[in-house]
């Protein structure tokens, strides 16, 4: 169970790899990458990084299908930050009743009891299939002059865990 969440963490990485060097293309970098990779990744929440590649779609696409289908596909990833953030940074317990699942835990509030929430080898797997699939379709709408980015949205797919080794904790 620890090497697919591994597996999930290491998709985001390449993940946000890939939106910095489309942020470099989008304020229009010639070299392709490095400062303008460094102030992308000096927003630390998704939220504000999708905030900001939604803004400047606005006036980096002319195409209005093509930017609404960007906007589209980071709106994905917002929901795929959430999710891959509580495989990141939960509390996990094992329980006899899901002796193959991980149960997590969080706080709602600080005077109420945790909720719990069961995610199974497969939820968690599937996660890292749709943040690849959300990778490569943001590579594949920006590509042109992005050679390099499509060997970021190609990077860690061959490693993806086989749903056999559910078991292997």
């Not at 940074?89 to 709602?108: A, I, K, M, N, Q």
């Not at 995610?119 to 590509?143: D, P, S």
Request: positive net charge.
């Amino acid at each position: 169970m620890c090497k697919v969440i591994g597996w999930v963490v290491t998709e985001w990485a390449a993940t946000e790899y890939v939106l910095a060097l489309i942020f470099a293309r989008l304020v229009g970098s010639e070299s392709g990458v490095m400062l303008e990779a460094l102030f992308f990744e000096a927003v630390e929440s998704f939220n504000g990084k999708r905030t900001l590649l939604t803004e400047l779609a606005r006036y980096a696409f002319t195409n209005s299908r093509k930017r609404k289908r960007f906007v589209a596909l980071l709106q994905e990833l917002q929901t795929l930050s959430t999710r891959r953030n509580a495989y990141a940074h939960g509390r996990y317990f094992v329980s006899e009743d899901h002796p193959d699942d991980l149960l997590w835990t969080r706080r709602v509030h600080p005077k109420q009891d945790y909720e719990a929430e069961v995610f199974t080898f497969e939820q968690i797997r599937e996660t890292g299939l749709e943040i690849i699939r959300v990778r490569q379709a943001l590579v594949k709408l920006t590509e042109g002059d992005y050679a390099h980015t499509r060997r970021g949205a190609d990077r860690q797919t061959r490693s993806i865990p086989a749903a056999n080794e559910s078991t292997s904790r």
